[in-house]
């Protein structure tokens, strides 16, 4: 069984920063591309970012320059730090991870920016 552990979700204002953690445990003997997503009412789940076991990152293009994703492969955790916050990030942030070829999500952490 996998488990996937979120924080850091709450609320700030425009212009501030947020950073989410995600700590993944279990029967775990790898895990491949870790990544977070968000969803915001009235519209589906959209992805932020992922980043794969090496390092390399990929970004939405909405988040280029004010997120940056980190991963602690010692500690399967995987991070978001979120600067520059504006209105439309306001979502629910979900964890992702694929391990071996299943995916597994967190239960989600609400990130709320005000204007």
């Known amino acids: 069984q996998v488990q996937l552990v979120e924080s850091g979700g709450g609320l700030v204002q425009a212009g501030g920063s947020l950073r989410l ?5 279990g029967t775990i003997f790898s895990i491949n591309v870790m990544g ?3 969803q915001a009412p009235g519209k ?3 992805l932020v970012a992922n980043i794969t076991p090496n390092g390399r990152t990929n970004y939405a293009d909405s988040v280029k320059g004010r997120f940056t994703i980190s991963r602690d492969n010692a500690k ?6 979120m600067n520059s916050l ?11 991870c694929m391990v071996w070829s299943t ?13």
């Open 21 to 25: 953690s995600c700590a993944v445990s």
């Open 36 to 38: 977070w997503y968000r």
């Open 44 to 46: 589906p789940r959209e």
């Open 76 to 81: 399967n955790t995987v991070y978001l730090q």
């Open 86 to 96: 504006k209105p439309d990030d306001t979502a629910v942030y979900y964890c992702h």
């Open 103 to 115: 995916g597994y999500w967190g239960q989600g952490t609400q990130v709320t920016v005000s204007s």
